[in-house]
């Protein structure tokens, strides 16, 4: 018999708008796993029934933070059913907190920036966003390479860590273009990162400071474009 999972919405009493967090459950031999999120979410923002959220259809902020989350759900999702597969294919008997433990140790370290763009990566190129996943790669390698060629933890992205990669690069003779470049597709994962709850997101947006637009080419107008 496979284990069974999902998430399940839990009420936080203590909070406005019938808020709460979503919960991974694993089910196996009669006995459930619940594994925490970060995934905040109201309580009309969630169908019992499908076990799935319920993203409004408008342009809003919130849509988007759900789009992000939901992501991030199926992400997790995938990774369980990975996880079931490898233990099943040891024929040996397992429980829910096998399954757990496992998955547990396998998110942490998605809080890291190289780890974390391997994974947007791969879905960006199994969904044929395969320039973007090579964008996310070559900025990741060049910020990794500026740590001494360390992973970087996202919560150490701040506007001086920015600006001093900025500043490396100018003084390599990286020109501007390619500055903008980096710093949008660092900015991209890292407001993704941010949306699932990876990262607490910071009041000092970690790239106010650094050059971020596109330079436009003669007698045309300017335009960023995000990466």
């Known amino acids: 018999m496979k284990p069974e999972f999902g998430y399940c919405f839990r009420p936080d009493p203590h909070r406005e708008e019938c808020s709460g967090t979503l919960n991974l459950w694993i089910g196996h031999y009669g006995a459930v796993r619940f594994?925490?999120?970060?995934?905040?979410?109201r309580h009309d923002e969630w169908d019992p029934v499908s076990g799935s959220l319920i993203i409004p259809g408008d342009s809003s902020g919130r849509r988007r933070r759900l789009t992000e989350c939901a992501r991030s759900m199926t992400r997790n999702l995938r990774l369980v059913d990975n996880i079931i597969r490898h233990l099943e294919a040891t024929r040996k008997r397992y429980t829910a907190d096998d399954v757990a433990n496992a998955f547990t140790k396998e998110?942490?370290?998605?809080?890291?920036?190289?780890?974390?763009?391997?994974?947007?990566?791969?879905?960006?190129?199994y969904s044929g966003q395969s320039r973007s996943a090579a964008a996310y790669y070559t900025a990741t390698r060049r910020l990794v390479a500026f740590n001494g060629g360390y992973d970087i933890d996202m919560a150490e992205i701040t506007p001086e860590t920015m600006r001093e990669f900025q500043h490396s690069l100018l003084a390599?003779?990286?020109?501007?273009?390619?500055?903008?470049?980096?710093?949008?597709a660092l900015r991209a994962i890292y407001n993704k990162a941010v949306a699932e709850g990876l990262v607490a997101a910071r009041t000092d947006f970690p790239f106010d400071e650094v050059y971020t637009q596109v330079a436009a080419p003669p007698d045309r107008t300017h335009v960023a474009i995000e990466v």
């Open 35 to 41: 594994v925490p999120t970060t995934y905040d979410v």
């Open 107 to 125: 998110v942490a370290g998605s809080h890291m920036l190289g780890v974390y763009t391997s994974i947007l990566a791969e879905e960006l190129s």
């Open 172 to 184: 390599e003779g990286v020109i501007r273009s390619t500055v903008s470049f980096y710093m949008r």
